[in-house]
């Protein structure tokens, strides 16, 4: 995962979206094994790399995340991934570069955390596994790598700055047709902008991001629908259930997930929603 990331010089860092089920076409026919070698490079990375590997040196082990709600998400909306080239956005440990790579991917794993990225190399030559590439890059190096048939990222866009900079890049690394999937926070509602703002970090409310970290905003959306054809999804409403971390430190968060459920098939408010699926689709 990464902080705030800006652009590097040698490359560049750059929505009215619409509730879809994003049910997946099937976006690669099956390829001819010919898996490539695990590979770990270094590239240039911000500094924001050394709070990354803090945070990753806590962690255990890579594990194969089961069939979670996110990774099958991903799988309807790319289709058939066998042989089809991913990249994993931000990829921390590597779980989801393993899921996908369980799944016939050929997967590029970026991450600016070498911390991360060793683990996810030690898990793949523990586990005897050659179809994923690890690599220590910025995000905005993604287009000298592609082009990639899909691109996964989970809690990665609304670290990266500028945005629209970092779309052109995200643009030129996707095939034809390709598709991104996004699993995002989400910054629509203004009361919970306020409490991230004015309550995180006081009162014993504890923050868990850096300072410049902020959610994904609407505009940010509306950047991507420029170079994609953009669908968003709210999974699950996440509103009193986040209001209660800010508010209660987290206390009855599980007993307020009633409200959550009782309004979220109000439109409106379920746009309000912390958690959000951001599904791209890339010109023919």
Not at 91 to 107: H, I, K, M, P
Request: proline letters at 5%; glycine letters at 10%; a negative charge.
């Amino acid at each position: 995962m990464f902080g705030k990331i800006h652009g590097l010089a040698s490359v560049r860092d750059d929505a009215a979206p619409t509730p879809h089920d994003g049910e997946g076409d099937g976006m690669h026919e099956p390829a001819e094994s010919s898996p490539a070698r695990l590979r770990t490079e270094d590239r240039p990375v911000v500094d924001i790399g050394a709070h990354w590997d803090r945070v990753h040196a806590t962690q255990g082990p890579t594990v194969v995340p089961d069939d979670d709600e996110v990774g099958v998400a991903g799988l309807r909306h790319f289709g058939d991934l066998r042989g089809a080239r991913l990249l994993d956005l931000g990829c921390g440990n590597g779980e989801y570069s393993l899921y996908f790579a369980a799944r016939g991917a050929q997967v590029t794993a970026i991450d600016v955390s070498k911390v991360a990225i060793a683990s996810l190399t030690a898990s793949c030559a523990e586990a005897g596994i050659d179809d994923v590439v690890a690599i220590r890059a910025s995000a905005f190096d993604v287009a000298e790598l592609g082009p990639f048939d899909a691109v996964f990222g989970s809690m990665i866009l609304h670290h990266l700055e500028p945005f629209d900079a970092f779309v052109d890049v995200l643009a030129a690394a996707m095939a034809p047709g390709g598709r991104g999937f996004f699993y995002e926070n989400n910054a629509m509602s203004k009361a919970l902008v306020w409490c991230r703002r004015h309550l995180v970090g006081r009162f014993g409310i504890p923050r868990n991001s850096d300072d410049e970290e902020f959610p994904l905003e609407p505009r940010e959306l509306g950047l991507l629908a420029r170079r994609f054809t953009i669908e968003v999804e709210y999974p699950t409403l996440y509103l009193a259930r986040m209001a209660s971390g800010y508010l209660l430190r987290g206390h009855g968060e599980r007993q307020l997930g009633w409200i959550d459920d009782l309004l979220y098939p109000i439109e409106r408010i379920r746009r309000l929603s912390y958690r959000q699926y951001v599904k791209l689709t890339g010109a023919t």
